[in-house]
T-cell receptor, first 113, second 114 residues
């Protein structure tokens, strides 16, 4: 079934650790996005990609980085996690045509101690 | 800068009553207005959207209306049910298309009282 998969679902780590949040989609979409969201709060775009080898920063400044080597895969990396990075990270994709309709993954809830 | 204002931040209604959530936007060039529903602990999901060439759109118990002159759009839910309890986000596209141009409102927590 076409979907967007995020792993891990929950992650608790110590300060200073390097982490990678995984996102894969089988939707066949070219555009992919990362949003940061505190529980029940607004969605902030932190990264997006139009396709392979394309990455752009979003509206909210983030210390994370992303890569897009394969169409279906859009991982997000934090080189040195801090407590201020504690949040939910949502991956999303949209189709080429129009591209406005977002399909979200289930998210990764990150807690940095 | 450009932004989307959403009101109220919390809305509590009796089961069976109607709920209305309102959003205003600042850029008259915006042409696409989606609404997302996020249940507790789940992913946001698109529930309805409207384009600027349409004034109203309905899908069963939910409807969206758009007033381009006043630059506001609203979500209407009739005959509310417990499963309507969620956070609802409105959004608008400012930058000519593509979801990277989406600006979201801050969300409305809708609580359906039994």
């Amino acid at each position: 079934e076409a979907d967007i998969y995020q792993t891990p679902r929950y992650l608790v780590i110590g300060t200073g650790k390097k982490i990678t949040l995984e996102c894969s989609q089988t939707m066949g979409h070219d555009k992919m996005y990362w949003y940061q969201q505190d529980p029940g709060m607004e969605l902030h775009l932190i990264h997006y990609s139009y396709g392979v080898n394309s990455t752009e920063k979003g509206d909210l400044s983030s210390e994370s980085t992303v890569s897009r080597i394969r169409t279906e895969h859009f991982p997000l990396t934090l080189e040195s996690a801090r407590p201020s990075h504690t949040s939910q990270y949502l991956c999303a994709s949209s189709s080429d045509r129009g591209g406005e309709k977002l399909f979200f993954g289930s998210g990764t809830q990150l807690s940095v101690l | 800068g450009e932004n989307v204002e959403q009101h109220p931040s919390t809305l509590s209604v009796q089961e069976g009553d109607s709920a209305v959530i309102k959003c205003t936007y600042s850029d008259s060039a915006s042409n696409y207005f989606p609404w997302y529903k996020q249940e507790l602990g789940k992913r946001p999901q698109l529930i309805i959207d409207i384009r600027s060439n349409v004034g109203e759109k309905k899908d069963q118990r939910i409807a969206v209306t758009l007033n381009k002159t006043a630059k506001h759009f609203s979500l209407h839910i009739t005959e509310t049910q417990p499963e309507d309890s969620a956070v609802y986000f409105c959004a608008a596209i400012f930058r000519g298309g593509g979801a990277d141009g989406l600006t979201f409102g801050k969300g409305t927590h809708l609580i359906i009282q039994p």
